[in-house]
């Protein structure tokens, strides 16, 4: 047994020092096909567009490119925007992507980008059955790992447990250095082109994707998905009072997160350094909503918020849903036009302070 060992451990060591240079080497290596497909596209027309759009499901699904710069050609405001929101993204993920079209603009010639959109949101912890995956271990690094423990750790309405739960994340960053995701192992998903979307700007409704899937198997998880939203609307309602609770507390002070203002304040600087405008935005249908508000109060120019129920009522009927935390294509105009409003009502004064 002993022979054993001695003949294993030197072998285990040596695979393990490989793939951590591998992996330091190809450490900056995007493999999130849905963000990819459009971020390639992005990167091969980047003078085609002076305004861009980050974030979530929520961003993707709600924030249409052609009818915000229709508006603002209306408006007097010339914008050519490009949306770059992704599915299933943590918050972290997404100011991943957004450092890593930071670090490529640097070192581009052109410099035309001079407005983005970042939706912000609070951390979610990765589920142990993803936490091997691909979507959850590219966008990890010290770095990252370091403002994660910083986020956990000033998060005072947490209880213990709850913060000892976020150390799953130590499962992706073992793997992104000593994992073996140097290597291709995805395959070459028929609906890879789609994520460009029926514009070729970036947008994909659900309503879109059902529509021009190959994947039979996806056409029908997203249908199922709709009718069991259609079927038993009540989690709509009850996300829109869990919200509105939330609202109730004017004091936000227990919910200020420093550690993640600090990441959003360094996002702005460095999007500053290359004349870019960093605009953050709180979505529809959000939840929980209490950690957005105290950040709105620490960055009171830089937050467009349209998550209160009562301001933006419209957003939650059933009528302008395709399930309980998204719109649907009808709903996302509207919400598109409110932005592009907000937006040129405040972009001389507001939005181009630093605090």
Not at 47 to 73: C, E, K, M, W
């Amino acid at each position: 047994m002993k022979t054993l060992k001695t003949k294993v451990l030197p072998f285990v060591l040596a695979v393990l020092l490989i793939n951590l240079m591998l992996n330091l080497i190809f450490s900056n290596r995007i493999t999130e096909d849905r963000f990819t497909t459009r971020y390639n596209y992005l990167k091969k027309n980047l003078t085609s567009y002076n305004t861009l759009f980050f974030g979530s499901s929520r961003t993707l699904r709600h924030t249409i490119p052609a009818t915000f710069d229709s508006v603002n050609q209306v408006n007097g405001v010339e914008t050519n925007s490009f949306n770059l929101g992704t599915p299933g993204n943590t918050s972290f993920e997404t100011y991943m992507q957004y450092e890593s079209f930071l670090d490529f603009y640097k070192n581009s010639e052109d410099k035309s980008i001079k407005t983005v959109f970042l939706e912000i949101f609070p951390l979610t912890r990765v589920s142990w059955e993803n936490s091997t995956s691909s979507k959850s271990v590219y966008w990890m690094s010290l770095k990252n790992a370091k403002r994660l423990y910083g986020y956990v750790n000033d998060k005072e309405d947490y209880t213990l447990k709850r913060k000892a739960s976020y150390s799953i994340f130590s499962i992706p960053l073992f793997l992104k250095y000593f994992g073996f995701g140097y290597i291709n192992f995805s395959s070459d998903s028929a609906d890879k082109k789609i994520w460009l979307g029926k514009n070729s700007d970036g947008f994909l409704s659900y309503e879109e994707e059902i529509a021009l899937s190959k994947s039979e198997h996806n056409k029908k998880s997203l249908l199922e998905q709709r009718n069991d939203f259609v079927k038993d609307t009540t989690q709509l309602e009850s996300r829109k009072q869990a919200i509105l609770e939330e609202m109730k507390n004017e004091d936000n002070t227990s919910n200020f997160n420093p550690s993640h203002a600090e990441v959003l304040k360094e996002l702005m600087a460095k999007s500053e350094e290359l004349g870019i405008n960093l605009i953050f935005t709180v979505h529809p249908r959000l939840n929980p909503i209490n950690e957005m508000q105290a950040l709105k109060e620490a960055l009171p120019n830089r937050i467009i918020d349209m998550s209160n129920p009562n301001d933006y009522k419209e957003f939650w009927m059933v009528e302008t849903s395709f399930n309980h935390a998204h719109l649907n294509t009808a709903a996302a105009k509207i919400y598109t036009k409110e932005l592009a409003k907000i937006f040129e009502s405040n972009r001389a004064e507001q939005f181009t302070k630093t605090d």
